[in-house]
Structure formats: C-alpha cells, structure tokens
DNA sequence: GTTGAGCGTT
C-alpha cells in the first residue's frame, strides 16, 4: 500500500529472491530503485521499511524481490556499488525474509527441516520452478497485466515530504498535476553494458559523506576492495537467457536532482497564486 | 531541514 503500489500486503512469494538494499538515501524510493533493478531481472516487488517512529520516510534500505536467481546475482554484481542518489548503494541477498525466516540467496528455505523422515518423499512440486519456465517462456508475463511496476504507477517522486494524506491512491497521483510528458525523452536512460563498458561510476564515492560526526568519526565506508567485481569482460557475455532484453525502454528515469533546494511548485501551493486581497 | 548500521508488510 504504501511501497507496494497496487498492493495490500506482502506478494506471494513463491520462489522469489530478495535482495537487500543498503546504503541508500533516505529519499531514494523504489522508484528510483525499480527502473535499476528491473534491468538486470524480473522485479516482482520492491519494499521499503519506514520508520514510523521517526519521520517515516525510510529507514535507508530496501528490499527489491525478484523473480529468478540468476537475475538477482546479477543485480548484486552490477547494482553492488552503483552510485544512487550520490550514495553508495550495497546490494546483497537478504538472510532474514519477511517473517524473519532463514533466507538463501533471497530464497526463503523450508524452516521446517522435514524432521518426519518418513515423509522424506520428495515432492512433486519440488521442481514446479522450472516446469513454469518451461512453458511459460516467463518472459511473456511482462507484458501484460502483471506489471505492477509500470512506469504508470512509478512516477511519484514527489512525496519525500508530502506529510499529511500520503494517499497513495492513483486519484492523488493525477491531482498532483503530474503534467509529466509520458512521452519524454525516451533516450536510454540506463544501459546493462554502461555498467560494464562505462566503468565504475564510483570514482567519487560517498566521499562527502554528510555523516561527519562532530565527535567520533566512523571508518568511512567507501565501499569495500574486496567487493570490486570485475565482471565487466571484454566480452560480452549474455548471461541473460533472454536473447534480448531491450527493456531499456521501460526505463523511465529522472535524473533530475529533487534533492536541489529549489522546490518547484507542484500543487502545495494553491493560496498562493495571488497575494492580491 | 537531522540520522547512516542494518534484514521486511499493510
């Protein structure tokens, strides 16, 4: 409902993978998180825990959830590091799932250890995964309804500090006067090769970092050697068992700075049109 | 107006 988007409550998760997003601006929402992770996989939900006993934005980490395992190793490789929001954004595999369940590579393990050895029989359904892809191609589910993530409903950017009604429904989307050409520049906003091609944008990491305590200054974690993955090869490989995945298209980021001071009048300021009394 | 290690749902 909230971070859901068209959802009320926790998404069935079959045999999904979650990774956990650290590191991110407290204003960085699954917006700005969705068109990154999409790209290297089937993002089936994206959640951020706020907090409410403080502002309630967000707690600076998120929980992406995808589809297939191979996709979401794969965002930990290209999106482990990337520079979001002029942060470092840390991607890894979630341990714990949503009922604080042992989680492996985001997948969420049986926590019932079969201790019924009797039972012991593998079920059928054990490999009901790979039956969907078999005939399902999976990739056909994107077009259709099941895009819960469109762009259509990925265009809120504005509520980092819409405190009172945070209604999420569409109706506040469109009374925003989201004047937002849909058809905006459709330029490749982002591209999997600019990972590999574009090098690491990370020269200038979180450097200026705002968090310098005035007091103790903690070890700056400008991100760790030992995670430098150098994947990019020359060659390109296809890892991806999609022959294409042009899915740049749905790509619509903003890169605009929200974070400039400058506020642009959207709509909070409908008294204030004419100070003539 | 802030805060920065971490594992989650209405």
Known sequence: ?????????????????????????????????????????????????????????????????????????????????????????????????????????GRIMETVPKPRGRSRSRSPRRG??????????????????????????????????????????????????????????RSRSYSPDDDRKGGRDSLSPARRSTSRSPRKTPPPREGSPAKRNDDRSPAKRNDDRSPVRRNDDRSPVRRNDDRSPVRRNDDRSPDSRSPST
């Open 128 to 185: 009901y995964r790979d039956d969907h892809r078999g005939r399902d191609s999976r990739r056909r589910s994107r077009s259709r309804s099941g895009d819960r993530y469109g762009r259509d409903r990925y265009r809120e950017r504005d509520h980092h500090r819409r405190s009172r009604s945070r209604s999420t429904s569409p109706d506040d989307y469109k009374r925003r006067g989201r004047d937002r050409s849909p058809s905006r520049s």
């Open 1 to 105: 409902e909230m971070s859901r988007f068209g959802r009320s409550g926790p998404p069935p998760i079959r045999d999904t993978y979650s990774l956990l997003v650290l590191n991110i601006t407290f204003r960085t929402t699954a917006d700005d998180l969705f068109p990154l992770f999409d790209k290297y996989g089937e993002v089936v939900d994206i959640y951020i825990p706020r907090d409410r006993s403080r502002t309630g934005d967000s707690r600076g980490f998120a929980f992406v959830r995808y589809k297939y395992e191979d996709e979401a190793q794969k965002a930990v490789d290209r999106l482990d590091g990337r520079l979001v929001d002029g942060r470092e954004m840390m991607v890894q595999f979630a341990k714990y799932g949503p009922n604080a369940e042992r989680i492996q590579k």
